[in-house]
């Protein structure tokens, strides 16, 4: 639901004359941006109050304990420079770390309604299909930076296959587990 709905407001403002501030020397951030970081923040904290939150625009609260260690990371326009420049290769991300451990994610590409998800020892998913992709011996890394000087690097392995972020977006993404139906 998360990743669909920022689809939806980031294709409804698409190629639109946009704000845009800068968040360090090379980072911007668009006025979408905040508006689905935000729209993503009041709906977690209402249906997972105890839940961390690690995003890429606002300003994040110090990790705690959450109950049972449960921390979303979230980028709500993932390839935001490709999207202020009207470039269609954007989507938005997130995943859910239990304990430190990715264990959730989905990346959803608007432009081409491909929606990724990948659930720890279920695989992935394309649009509800599964995917039939050879084996990877690699992490595919999601990478945040500028946040506040953090350079997060967040990588997930499902079964092999990985949901990757960035200008790119999309190597390998997924459908929406049961996991994400809460969302």
């Not at 970081?37 to 109050?49: K, Q």
């Amino acid at each position: 639901e998360v990743v669909l709905r920022a689809g939806d407001t980031q294709l409804a403002h698409f190629g639109a004359r946009l704000a845009v501030t800068k968040k360090g020397p090379i980072d911007i951030v668009t006025e979408v941006d905040i508006e689905i970081e935000r729209r993503f923040r009041r709906l977690i904290g209402e249906r997972f109050p105890t839940h961390a939150i690690l995003a890429e625009e606002l300003p994040n609260q110090p990790v705690r304990n959450s109950a049972g260690g449960y921390r979303w990371v979230f980028d709500p326009i993932d390839g935001t420079v490709n999207y202020a420049h009207g470039l269609p290769f954007f989507c938005a991300s997130l995943a859910l770390e239990v304990d430190g451990v990715p264990s959730v994610g989905a990346v959803y590409d608007p432009v081409r309604r491909e929606l990724y998800a990948a659930e720890r020892g279920m695989g992935a998913r394309l649009n509800g299909a599964p995917l039939g992709a050879g084996r990877l011996d690699h992490h595919l890394n999601y990478s945040f930076e500028g946040l506040e000087g953090e350079g997060l690097t967040l990588a997930l392995d499902m079964q092999g296959i990985a949901i990757a972020s960035g200008a790119a977006c999309v190597t390998k993404n997924m459908a929406v587990p049961p996991a994400l139906a809460a969302i």
